[in-house]
Nanobody
Framework: QVQLVESGGGLVQPGGSLRLSCAAS????????MGWYRQAPGKQRELVAR???????NYADSVKGRFTISRDNAKNTVYLQMNSLKVEDTAVYYC??????????????WGQGTQVTVSS
């Protein structure tokens, strides 16, 4: 069982910045692909960013150039640095851990979510 706990959400003005953190339990964190997803009211949950076990990354087009995902395997933690925030970034942000073998997901875990609100 992998447990994920997000933190760092809050209220910020447009153009501001936040850094989200996701702390994972266990000793095999480095073997999981990690991702950040978000869900806004009335919308489907969407992938924001992900980082693989070799630290390669990909991002949703809407956040490219503004958000940066990173991981610290020694601390079992993944981060999402969010800059130049927009009102449309408002959502609950969820951390995800995905154990992938031969391009197939074999274990998948979710955090409880943290609220990010961008408003003037």
């Amino acid at each position: 069982q992998v447990q994920l706990v997000e933190s760092g959400g809050g209220l910020v003005q447009p153009g501001g910045s936040l850094r989200l953190s996701c702390a994972a339990s266990g000793s095999i964190f480095r073997f999981y692909d990690m991702g950040w997803y978000r869900q806004a009211p009335g919308k489907q949950r969407e992938l924001v960013a992900r980082i693989s076990t070799d630290s390669s990354t990909n991002y949703a087009d809407s956040v490219k150039g503004r958000f940066t995902i990173s991981r610290d395997n020694a601390k079992n933690t993944v981060y999402l640095q969010m800059n130049s925030l927009k009102v449309e970034d408002t959502a609950v942000y969820y951390c995800n851990a995905d154990l992938v073998t031969y391009r197939t997901s074999v274990e998948n875990y979710w955090g409880q979510g943290t609220q990010v609100t961008v408003s003037s």
